[in-house]
C-alpha cells in the first residue's frame, strides 16, 4: 500500500514560516490534502486538492505538490497553530485512504 | 451547518462486537455529494481509515484490508444515520473512532470537511 511519511515534529519561533513536508512516491500525482488535529479533539481540514483551503480557514495556511513531496507551509504563526498536522490521499491501487503518520508542529 | 453526532459503548469485551452509530443533521446519508466514512486513532496505528459508504443510484461500500473480514458499515436512511460494526474485537481494535464525511461538489472532491466528536472505544474483559 502507499506510504506517506512525516517528519515527527517541527519547531519555529512565533511569527516565523512553518513548512510540514509529507513524503510519498510520485505525490505530486496524486492530490494531498492536510488536517490539522489539536489535542483531544477531531481533525480539522485545512487544504484540499494541495492547496485550497475550505472557508474558515486563514489565508496564513497554504499548501503545495511536486514529485515525491507535499508541502503544508504555515506563515506568522503562532502558539494557536499548536498542533498535530496530518497528510492525506487516496491510493488507488487499493482504494484506501491513506494518512501520513503526522506532524507535531511546536510553536517556541 | 452539517455535524455529525456519534453515540456508542466506550468499553467491549473481547471477541465481541464494536458498534457505533453517526447521526447525520444538515445533510443526507443518501446525497449524492457525500462519502461517509469510518477513521479510528491509536498511538501505535496513527489515523486508520476503515471504510465508507455512499449512494450513487445505489449502495457502495468500501472497507480497509486491514479490518475487510470483520468490519460492516450500514446505512440507515429512516434515521439518516450510518453505523459501525466491527466483530470479533481484540485490545488491538482500542483507540478513539471517529465518523466524518467526504464531500463532493460538482463531483470534485473537497476533503473530510465534518467530523464527528470522537469516541473512546476501549477493548477490555
Known amino acids: 500500500s502507499y506510504v506517506l511519511t512525516q517528519p515527527p515534529s517541527v519547531s519555529m519561533a512565533p511569527g516565523k514560516t512553518a513548512r510540514i513536508t509529507c513524503g510519498g512516491n510520485?505525490?505530486?500525482?496524486?492530490?494531498v490534502h492536510w488536517y490539522q488535529q489539536k489535542p483531544g479533539q477531531a481533525p480539522v481540514l485545512v487544504i484540499f486538492?494541495?492547496?485550497d483551503r475550505p472557508s474558515g480557514i486563514p489565508e496564513r495556511f497554504s499548501g503545495s505538490n511536486s514529485g515525491n513531496t507535499a508541502t503544508l507551509t504555515i506563515s506568522r504563526v503562532g502558539a494557536g497553530d499548536e498542533a498535530d498536522y496530518y497528510c492525506?490521499?487516496?491510493?488507488?491501487?487499493?482504494?484506501?485512504?491513506?494518512f501520513g503518520g503526522g506532524t507535531k508542529l511546536t510553536v517556541l | 451547518q452539517v455535524q455529525l453526532q456519534q453515540s456508542g459503548p466506550g468499553l467491549v469485551k473481547p471477541s465481541q462486537t464494536l458498534s457505533l452509530t453517526c447521526a447525520i443533521s444538515?445533510?443526507?446519508?443518501?446525497?449524492?455529494?457525500?462519502?461517509w466514512i469510518w477513521i479510528r486513532q491509536s498511538p501505535s496505528r496513527g489515523l486508520e481509515w476503515l471504510g465508507r459508504?455512499?449512494?450513487?443510484?445505489?449502495?457502495?461500500?468500501d472497507y480497509a484490508v486491514s479490518v475487510k473480514s470483520r468490519i460492516i458499515i450500514n446505512p440507515d436512511t429512516s434515521k439518516n444515520q450510518f453505523s459501525l460494526q466491527l466483530d470479533s474485537v481484540t485490545p488491538e481494535d482500542t483507540a478513539v473512532y471517529y465518523c466524518?464525511?467526504?464531500?463532493?461538489?460538482?463531483?470534485?472532491?473537497?476533503?473530510?470537511?465534518?467530523w464527528g466528536q470522537g469516541t473512546t472505544v476501549t477493548v477490555s474483559s
Open positions: 466524518a464525511r467526504g464531500h463532493y461538489v460538482s463531483g470534485a472532491y473537497k476533503g473530510m470537511d465534518v
Open positions: 444538515g445533510d443526507s446519508v443518501s446525497g449524492k455529494s457525500a462519502t
Open positions: 459508504t455512499y449512494y450513487r443510484s445505489k449502495w457502495y461500500y
Open positions: 510520485n505525490i505530486g500525482s496524486q492530490s
Open positions: 486538492y494541495d492547496s
Open positions: 492525506q490521499v487516496w491510493d488507488s491501487s487499493s482504494d484506501h485512504w491513506v
